[in-house]
């Protein structure tokens, strides 16, 4: 349990120079459902990184009270820094406080001046509390109530040892805009004031159309030399993400473990990696485009649009788009696209030429430096064995001439289409390098 000497002051003790660890709890069983997402733990975990602090365990627990005091005690075993979040408000299943004083060892205490805050609090707004709202006054013992002016349920900050080893425990409630700005103000110093000096440096690699075993194949041998960066490979529709992580003393010897370990990955990739900052490709295209002081125009059949609401959802985008056309039916392909209803007919709708056609036409329509045309079959149906599900054409036009690019994409229909606008928007920044 947590010495009752330790909990009440910052100054009783600090943590050694060793790598302190933390561990987020989200508590509520709406969490368990497919109809409410724990987002705190992303907040949390991005805060508690800058701090110097790995998180190292997530987990989500539903409203039941011997899981909640087993995931707590799990947690105080093997982590330095504990939160939950949620759980702290006034109904019977709301059950946080119950279950860590049970595993803590400690008892809950009703403080008499948080519940007259907020008694305060409802006669302020004209209502008259519910006595189940007496529940959220209850603090652990030796806990420091953190103030939560957005809400009944303030939070709690313990600190201590637990069976001999330095622990912090954090309570914190559940909606995000209460406990967003009660970290902030309450618990971001307090840390800090505890922690050993230590930076934790990030950098994401972004590469394009290249599979994850192939990539891994390929940078393995080299982030395996870094021992001291921890080296993330996450796979998305088209686009590959190599995070590269390492804590230090400071952050200027953080950061240059991470950047060497980065760049000798670069180095590998080469131009298969098209951002070094975490920069989105949209963004990363739309850098290219002005910088070399050009116009894009795209016309889209099987993404619907989807490339060119990516393409604007870069602000400023106006100064490098033009517009485009959402050409669905072979109609809207000759009228809004310039391609030749006779062309359509020889090599159907989702063709290498018909793709071309549409790149050049939109360009010419639309005055821009690039044309970009998109066609194939996103399904589930409509494929056939000549032309199946996933098989998508990527035109580009411009002054030097069209190229045609023709995959077969795997998955469902969205993310066929996502694959097909990563596409086109790579063959946009090779073109501008």
């Not at 006054?137 to 349920?153: K, Q, S, Y």
């Not at 088209?238 to 670069?266: K, N, P």
């Amino acid at each position: 349990m947590l010495s009752a000497e330790c909990c009440h002051s910052l100054r009783h003790f600090s943590f050694t120079l060793l790598p302190v660890n933390a561990e987020i709890i989200a508590v509520g069983s709406e969490l368990l459902t497919p109809f409410r997402m724990d987002t705190n733990s992303l907040f949390l975990t991005e805060q508690i990184n800058q701090l110097g602090v790995e998180v190292v365990f997530k987990s989500v627990i539903g409203d039941d009270l011997q899981r909640l005091v087993a995931a707590a005690q799990h947690a105080l075993f093997r982590s330095d820094i504990v939160i939950f979040s949620g759980g702290l408000g006034p109904t019977e299943d709301d059950l946080t406080r119950e279950a860590v004083a049970e595993a803590l060892g400690v008892a809950l205490q009703r403080d008499e001046s948080v519940l007259a805050a907020i008694e305060q609090r409802f006669a302020s707004r004209g209502w008259k509390m519910s006595p189940n709202n007496a529940k959220q006054a209850d603090v652990l013992d030796g806990a420091v109530v953190l103030p939560n002016p957005n809400g009944t349920a303030p939070g709690q900050w313990m600190s201590g040892k637990f069976d001999g080893r330095e622990r912090i425990v954090i309570l914190l409630p559940g909606p995000p805009h209460e406990l967003k700005p009660l970290f902030e103000a309450e618990c971001r110093e307090r840390l800090r004031l505890k922690l050993p000096p230590a930076f934790l440096a990030t950098r994401v690699l972004k590469v394009a159309m290249l599979g994850e075993s192939q990539v891994d194949a390929r940078v393995a041998p080299i982030y395996k030399r870094f021992g001291e960066v921890q080296t993330t490979i996450l796979a998305g529709q088209g686009e590959i993400q190599l995070h590269f992580r390492s804590r230090a003393g400071t952050l200027d010897e953080a950061q240059a473990r991470v950047d060497e370990a980065a760049d000798a990955v670069e180095e590998e990739l080469d131009d298969a990696v098209f951002s070094r900052n975490g920069e989105s490709l949209e963004q990363i295209v739309g850098y290219w485009l002005q910088m070399r002081n050009a116009t894009l125009a795209v016309a889209e059949s099987c993404t619907g649009g989807m490339l060119g609401e990516r393409i604007t959802s870069v602000s400023g985008s106006s100064r490098y788009f033009v517009g485009g056309a959402i050409v669905y039916s072979n109609a809207a392909k000759t009228d809004l696209a310039g391609v030749p209803a006779d062309m359509v007919e020889r090599h159907g709708a989702v063709s290498r030429e018909v793709a071309a056609a549409l790149a050049e036409g939109i360009r010419y329509r639309c005055e821009s430096t690039f044309g970009v045309g998109i066609t194939g079959v996103a399904g589930p149906t409509g494929g056939t064995a000549e032309k199946p599900v996933g098989l998508v054409f990527h035109a580009l036009a411009s002054d030097g001439g069209t190229e045609v690019i023709e995959r077969n994409f795997p998955g469902d229909r969205k993310r066929i289409r996502r694959f097909a606008t990563t596409l086109a928007l790579d063959m946009v920044r090779k073109k501008l390098m």
